[in-house]
């Protein structure tokens, strides 16, 4: 298991001065054998010291001695650099790479650097596939037991971490890290497809879920696909019936707040999206991308009273009114009901001297 090497010795330096016992397993050196075969026991995989609190084993009972002072709460030693604290100096040593810059432990899947090797380590269980944490509230699968228990946070309600800019609080202080970046208006992640640009690497990668036109998470409610479950999330509010977030101008209710600051700019009369094809000019750009259907020729959403076909679901759904009979709006002016807000809007040109189509 070791392997004396006391060649070239210095006659004025004791053996014990000398590491000459070295590991064939992790060519860790020590100066005496008998600490070289307390050190052995680590790599033979027997662990007979067993922690009382949470149950982790060591091989040695010096492991244990140590893991005991992060139950005692005590941490004795600080950072200089960022006030941290830690139970062990050793993991203060590790933490102080952090602070120097130096990032020598390259991952060869997508050459992200790391200052400590156990970071790297634990980076490497993210390219694996293998998520044996599992969340007991949401279903939801880690990695590592560390992501876990950060993600844990998440239902505990508690947000200790605010954002000095906009107040939004945040249950973990990487979280916010990266919230301020919104604000700090740097997007260096673009996408490769439609030049979006994006704050986070993560948004990106969850982004480009969009173009890969793979929908895994479909609403039970009206079977409508989408790429990403935070999507879905967001759609089932449209079926949950509350809307909380009402439009001062008009009055009308939105299910998102989102969605509400997006229909506010059909009040503002900011058009800044134009079709190239037509120069008709949008508010948002995805009602521009919904417009550009129109032009593409394709029809895939077809009526089944009628059969006439639309570029767009939701023109479908608009003019599925005609045949339900259903009319619910009406003119002021002679009591005439429409099934279209647009129809009454053509048809009050009538009283208006405008002409009628």
Not at 31 to 58: M, Q, T, Y
Not at 139 to 148: E, H, I, P, S, T
């Amino acid at each position: 298991m070791f392997l004396i090497d006391n060649e070239n010795v210095p006659d004025t330096v004791s053996s014990a001065e000398v590491k000459q016992f070295r590991c064939l397993e992790c060519d860790k050196a020590f100066p005496f054998k008998e600490s070289l075969i307390r050190h052995a026991v680590v790599h033979s995989g027997v662990k007979n010291f067993k922690c009382d609190e949470c149950g982790k084993r060591f091989a040695q009972k010096a492991g244990l001695t140590q893991h005991l002072l992060i139950h005692s709460g005590v941490k004795k030693f600080k950072c200089d650099k960022c006030d941290k604290q830690f139970t062990q100096k050793t993991n203060l040593t590790q933490h102080l790479l952090t602070h120097s810059g130096v990032k020598n432990f390259k991952c060869d899947e997508c050459g992200k650097l790391f200052a400590k090797k156990n970071g790297l380590t634990q980076h490497l269980l993210s390219h694996s596939g293998v998520k044996n944490f599992e969340c007991d509230a949401c279903g939801k699968l880690f990695a590592r037991k560390v992501n876990l228990t950060q993600h844990l946070l998440s239902h505990s309600g508690v947000k200790n971490f605010k954002c000095d800019e906009c107040g939004k609080l945040f249950a973990q202080k990487c979280d916010l890290t990266k919230h301020l970046l919104t604000h700090s208006g740097v997007k260096n992640f673009m996408c490769d497809e439609c030049g979006k640009l994006f704050a986070h690497k993560s948004d990106l990668s969850k982004h480009q879920l969009s173009h890969s036109g793979v929908k895994n998470f479909t609403c039970d409610e009206c079977g409508k696909l989408f790429a990403q479950k935070v999507s879905l999330t967001r759609h089932l509010l449209s079926h949950s019936g509350g809307k909380n977030f009402k439009c001062d101008e008009c009055g009308k209710l939105f299910a998102r707040k989102f969605i509400l600051n997006e229909h506010l700019l059909s009040h503002s009369g900011v058009k800044n999206f134009k079709c190239d094809e037509c120069g008709k000019l949008f508010a948002r750009k995805s009602i521009l991308t919904e417009h550009l259907l129109s032009h593409s020729g394709v029809k895939n959403f077809e009526c089944d009273e009628c059969g006439k076909l639309f570029a767009r679901k939701v023109s479908l759904t608009r003019h599925q009114l005609i045949h339900s009979g259903v009319k619910n709006f009406k003119c002021d002016e002679c009591g005439k009901h429409f099934g279209r807000k647009s129809h009454l809007t053509r048809h009050l040109l009538n009283h208006c001297g405008g002409k009628s189509f």
